[in-house]
């Protein structure tokens, strides 16, 4: 059954008019799936049960509840939610519930502001070496509604990282879908500037409906939200041996692409860089990444890695491991936002959030079943 919760006003007005209802119960809907988050018709007071009737023969709402939910020491919660992807291969894979696929999302509290980390699809594709998502390998996009689905379920977000599960710009039409519905005054009404999406620079999505834009472009065309490049070396060669991603677009591309926008004004542009001792942590590395963002107006988060032990991927032996990866210590993540501070690049270190449940940057694994049903 098809979800109402991802519809625009003009696809709720036009599917009100083909249930034999008045358009403005097209108005009526996204009212009450957006501005009063409802879970049910019933709760639809002002729509006579007769439409509402009508509508529930072809149409769900499409909210969805977590199945299960880890909490960890420093308050962040991390929620498993079965939801509906695009692809064909969802119903017969292990991990399935019925025809859904478990994704993961990660909900921050923090004092002056809470963040919810949210999934755009099931695992994914881009296989960045250090990343347990990448062991999953891909099982779907997500669709607008699931996408739209784990925020709604949080009534006191204050902000959105497009940062979960998978590559936000491998699933651009139902990204920008969700976008959409989040920021229109017609939606959620979401600040563009309360929203980031991530990505690992990617240009060669293939173009939907016989458009002449890349993923990326869409993105920054069709949207203001802001905007953060994984980037975690900015030597290519080095960066290639992590980040399959870079053989298929080289960063400087990506960059070429990002310093055609104007990141002058409320629009922010963001580095992501994980740092690794001995790999990407010294004096050069931070001089290599100085001269690739040379004139940008911008800021660089360093993150510290995040050891996964095997049992964060249900018994599996995660791929990446802490041979390879070793994370830097504080006095060298110090160092390099330091030299990065002195020559005129905003640079902070990210607080560690949620580790305990396997919930920080790069540890979605939907290991989540075996910790807490709710
Ligand atoms: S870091 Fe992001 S893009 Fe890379 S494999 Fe993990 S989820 Fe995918």
């Not at 994984?230 to 591309?253: F, G, Y």
């Amino acid at each position: 059954m098809e979800a109402l919760l991802g519809k625009t006003l003009a696809e709720l007005q036009a599917i009100a008019i083909e249930a034999g209802l008045p358009r403005f119960v097209g108005k009526q809907l996204c009212e009450w799936i957006y501005r009063k988050h409802v879970t049910s018709f019933d709760q639809m007071t002002n729509i006579s049960l007769k439409a509402r009737q009508a509508l529930q023969q072809d149409y769900c709402i499409g909210r969805i509840t977590p199945t299960a939910e880890a909490a960890s020491a420093d308050g962040t919660r991390k929620y498993l939610f079965p939801v509906p992807v695009d692809s064909p291969t969802a119903k017969n894979c292990q991990m399935s519930n019925g025809n859904c696929q478990l994704i993961e999302c990660v909900y921050l509290p923090e004092e002056d502001r809470t963040t919810l980390c949210v999934s755009t699809q099931a695992g994914c594709k881009m296989g960045c070496k250090f990343c347990m998502t990448g062991t999953l390998g891909f099982h779907g996009n997500l669709t607008a509604d699931a996408i739209l689905a784990q925020v709604l379920h949080f009534p006191d977000l204050t902000n959105l990282v497009l940062m979960g599960e998978g590559e936000p710009m491998d699933n651009i039409d139902n990204v920008l879908r969700a976008l959409n519905v989040l920021t229109a005054d017609w939606g959620l009404g979401w600040s563009p500037k309360r929203i980031t999406v991530s990505t690992v620079g990617i240009l060669q999505k293939p173009i939907a409906n016989g458009q002449q834009l890349t993923a990326l472009q869409r993105f920054l065309d069709e949207t203001e939200c802001h905007l953060a490049i994984s980037l975690h070396n900015a030597n290519a060669a080095e960066r290639a041996a992590i980040m399959p991603a870079e053989r298929l677009t080289p960063i400087t591309e990506v960059l070429d692409l990002v310093r055609q926008y104007d990141w002058t004004h409320q629009r922010r542009l963001s580095f992501e860089y994980i740092c690794w001792s001995g790999v990407n942590d010294d004096t050069a590395h931070a001089k290599q990444l100085l001269r690739l963002v040379q004139g940008l107006p911008c800021r660089v988060n360093l993150i510290r890695f995040h050891q996964s032990e095997p049992s964060a991927t249900n018994g599996q032996q995660p791929t990446a491991n802490s041979l390879l990866f070793p994370a830097s210590d504080e006095s060298r993540m110090i160092a390099f936002r330091d030299y990065l501070s002195a020559h005129g690049v905003t640079c902070t270190i990210r607080k560690s959030r949620g580790e305990d449940i396997h919930a920080a940057c790069g540890m979605l694994v939907n290991a989540l079943q075996t910790e807490q049903t709710i």
